[in-house]
């Protein structure tokens, strides 16, 4: 299967620069897989598209302040450190730009209480270095870092929650799950009043979610590995659920990706903690979902090859050009999709 296979024209004035400016007034666009129709709604609405007894699982992840300025101990020189995935102890995984210059051994300081020694190469071209610093980790972290934007965000978050869930919990990410984006309290109160259940895993998002795929037959990509994690109390009400014949529906696709790592053959649903490269792609059988809630992601990418093998890719495909023909906003920041 070719990488062209997934590509798409998309106006660059219809990337969203801001969030919708309240969380769940973007629009929703509604697949459902059985008739192949697109529904157009907005995403306040979604309690049409719900019944009692389905349930909505999140990824209930929280992005770190992962971006980190530096100047280079022996020259001064200006380097970027991201911060993908925490190791042991205080070395971390990280992208540092630029590469040529992060040799091993080279010492980076942040300012006078935080500085890093790059220990090692990766294989997907990041470094490990390990971190020295005074005071409480994430103080420091929140005082020296800055919240990581996507690079097609060219205007400056005036808010930084707004790249948070409402329900943003467990600290680890590098980007945030942005389909759980247009969740207010008031809509998780409302459909849990409903009969929704609203249950709760955690896929620090790394690498593997935003790498592109540079290989033409997209079969040859391999994903960087995230962390993720299933509680046993999670995993019992998700299995009860399912044996009631109710619908599983993934709010985002890390949330996909977590379910469907830990699911087994025959769709049961263990408590697990571990590191997943699970790739998605048509051909796929889906184990465990039975719907999802998205946005709109770019071309090319792992997240519309998932897309695609969930609801097929010349379904999807012409929902995208439907939504640029209706002026849909894309990506992050962008508007939400509902496939049933």
């Given amino acids: 299967m070719l990488l062209t296979d997934f590509d798409y024209e998309l106006p660059e004035e219809l990337i969203a620069q801001t969030p919708c400016p309240e969380r769940d007034h973007s629009r929703l666009m509604v697949l459902n897989r059985k008739d ?59 992208l540092v730009k630029p590469g040529r210059k992060a040799r091993v051994g080279s010492i980076i300081n942040f300012g006078s209480k935080l500085s890093c020694e790059i220990k090692e190469n990766t294989d997907f071209g990041g470094r490990i270095v390990e971190f020295s610093y005074e005071g409480i980790w994430e103080e420091v972290l929140d005082r020296l870092g800055q919240t990581p934007l996507p690079p097609y965000i060219h205007e400056k978050l005036k808010d930084k929650e707004r790249y948070q869930t409402v329900y943003a919990k467990e600290n680890g990410s590098a980007a ?38 540079n290989e033409d037959n997209i079969e040859d990509h391999v994903m960087h590995k995230e962390y993720f994690h299933i509680e046993k109390e999670t995993a019992d009400r998700i299995n009860a659920a399912r044996a009631r014949g109710s619908r599983i529906i993934a709010v985002g696709t890390t949330s996909i990706r977590t379910l469907e790592s830990a699911a087994r053959d025959d769709g049961f649903l263990p408590a697990k903690c571990g590191e997943t490269g699970i790739f998605i792609y048509p051909g796929y059988k889906f184990k465990i979902v039975d719907g999802i809630i998205t946005n709109f992601h770019l071309p090319k990418s792992t997240l519309i090859m998932l897309i695609s093998a969930f609801a097929g890719r010349e379904y999807v495909l012409r929902a995208y050009k439907t939504a640029v023909q209706e002026r849909y906003r894309f990506f992050s920041f962008g508007d939400a999709m509902l496939i049933l």
């Avoid at 101990?73 to 991201?82: A, R």
């Avoid at 690498?207 to 795929?213: D, E, H, K, N």
């Fill in 36 to 94: 192949e129709s697109i529904t157009h709604a907005h995403f306040f609405e979604l309690k049409k598209y719900l019944k009692a007894g389905d349930t909505l699982v999140f990824n209930n992840t929280r992005v770190i302040p992962a971006r980190l300025i530096g100047r280079r101990d022996q020259t001064g020189g200006k380097v970027e450190v991201f911060l993908l995935r925490r190791q042991e102890g205080n070395q971390w995984e990280v």
């Fill in 176 to 213: 945030a799950p942005t389909a759980g984006l247009h969740f207010t309290k008031e809509l998780l109160a409302e459909l849990k009043d409903m009969g929704v259940n609203l249950e709760f895993v955690t896929l620090h998002v790394g690498l593997g979610t935003f790498r592109p795929v």
